[in-house]
Structures are given as structure tokens and as C-alpha cells.
């Protein structure tokens, strides 16, 4: 069963920083063009980044750029996405996909706010 | 770069066919067969239900289909069913190496 599972978000100030990790199961990890897109409350969605399958190219929406940093480890099936000075605006759901299939995860909370 | 332009809402009766489109530029949706559909239920994780304009990913259902002409691609859901019933949103690769997303379709079935 292919499965995605976000975790590391939570509440922090603005300036702060969080690791969201993604645990992927079920599938060749190492083959898929991983990304992570956002919803804030309310909104629609907006791409955050991506990384192909073995790490080598990385992209990032202009709003992060700079900020944010996707990572990865095929051995362990997981991405990362390193966020720093944090903004109110980047408080959203934060899910990871791989851009071939349709089983995502459930999402992972980021709330910046003093 | 300016986000891809759905219209709002579209509706239809059980059994029918209906069409989402999503209209980008000569900078990306024209220009790269790289434009992916999400379904997403209210208060549920979006679900990619097509990518690189036509390719359907394992377990989603022949219903949806895609497609593209110029700088508008096209999301088809046939025989409509209740549980079609979501928000649809298309996003797509860009000349600036990012992706751009649309501003999100509800479609309800009647």
C-alpha cells in the first residue's frame, strides 16, 4: 500500500525555523520527483518545491526561495523540507506528492505567529 | 508569475460529461507538456488525478481524462459520479523552473 506521511510541523515565531520530514512506503521511493505544496486557510493550493528522484535538481516557488531547502534520503524513503525565517504568510498545510501518483499524505500543520 | 485561470465552478448531473479548464500562457502551459489535476474533498489531502497533461496515475479511474491545445488544458470527467463531487485545481511547469498553480474549480453534480 502506498502511503506518504508529513511530519515536524507545529507552531513557531516568526524568524523561527521547522523540519517537515515525509515518510514514503509502498513504492520505488527513489524514482519519484518528490513536491510539497501548500494551502493556507481558505485558500487554493501553491506549489512550494521539488526534487527529482535522485536529488540531483532542485526548485522552489520565489516565494521561498532562499528560505526553504528540500532535501532528501532515498535509504530511508523520507524528503525533508527545511524552512527558516519563518513568516506569517508561510502558515499553511503542508503535503508532500509524488508527481506520479495519486496517493498523497494527509497534510502537516504550519502555524507562524507570535 | 500569475496563476493559472479556472472558472470558479462548473456543475453537472450524474451520468454526464463535464470539462475544467485551465488557461496558462505561451510560458507554461503552452509551452510544456507538464500540467497535473488535483482532486481535493473539502478537509481532505489533494489527490493527483492527472500529470503531464494525459497520464492517469495507477487507481485513478478512466473516467478523468486530460488534454491540451495551446496555452489551455483540460480536465474531462465522464459518466459524472456524487462522489466526483470536489474542488479541481491544475497546476503547471513554468520557463522560471517553478510550477504555477490555478485558482481551484468547484464542481458540484446535481
Not at chain 1, 19 to 33: I, V
Amino acid at each position: 500500500e502506498v502511503q506518504l506521511l508529513e511530519s515536524g510541523g507545529g507552531l513557531v515565531q516568526p524568524g523561527g525555523s521547522l523540519r517537515l520530514s515525509c515518510a514514503a512506503s509502498g513504492f520505488t521511493f527513489s524514482s519519484c520527483t518528490m513536491r510539497w505544496i501548500r494551502q493556507a486557510p481558505g485558500k487554493g493550493l501553491e506549489w512550494v518545491s521539488a526534487i527529482r528522484g535522485s536529488g540531483e535538481s532542485t526548485y522552489y516557488a520565489d516565494s521561498v526561495k532562499g528560505r526553504f531547502t528540500i532535501s532528501r534520503d532515498n535509504s530511508k524513503n523520507t524528503v525533508y523540507l527545511e524552512m527558516n525565517s519563518l513568516r506569517a504568510d508561510d502558515t499553511a498545510v503542508y503535503y508532500c506528492l509524488c508527481t506520479t501518483m495519486t496517493t498523497g499524505g494527509q497534510g502537516t500543520q504550519v502555524t507562524v505567529s507570535s | 508569475q500569475s496563476a493559472l485561470t479556472q472558472p470558479a465552478s462548473v456543475s453537472g448531473s450524474p451520468g454526464q460529461s463535464i470539462t475544467i479548464s485551465c488557461t496558462g500562457t505561451s510560458s507554461d502551459v503552452g509551452r510544456y507538456d507538464y500540467v497535473s489535476w488535483y482532486q481535493q474533498h473539502p478537509g481532505k489531502a489533494p489527490k493527483i488525478m492527472i500529470y503531464d497533461v494525459n497520464n492517469r496515475p495507477s487507481g485513478v479511474s478512466s473516467r478523468f481524462s486530460g488534454s491540451k491545445s495551446g496555452n489551455t488544458a483540460s480536465l474531462t470527467i465522464s459518466g459524472l459520479q456524487t462522489e466526483d463531487e470536489a474542488d479541481y485545481y491544475c497546476d503547471s511547469y513554468t520557463s522560471s523552473n517553478t510550477r504555477v498553480f490555478g485558482g481551484g474549480t468547484k464542481l458540484t453534480v446535481l
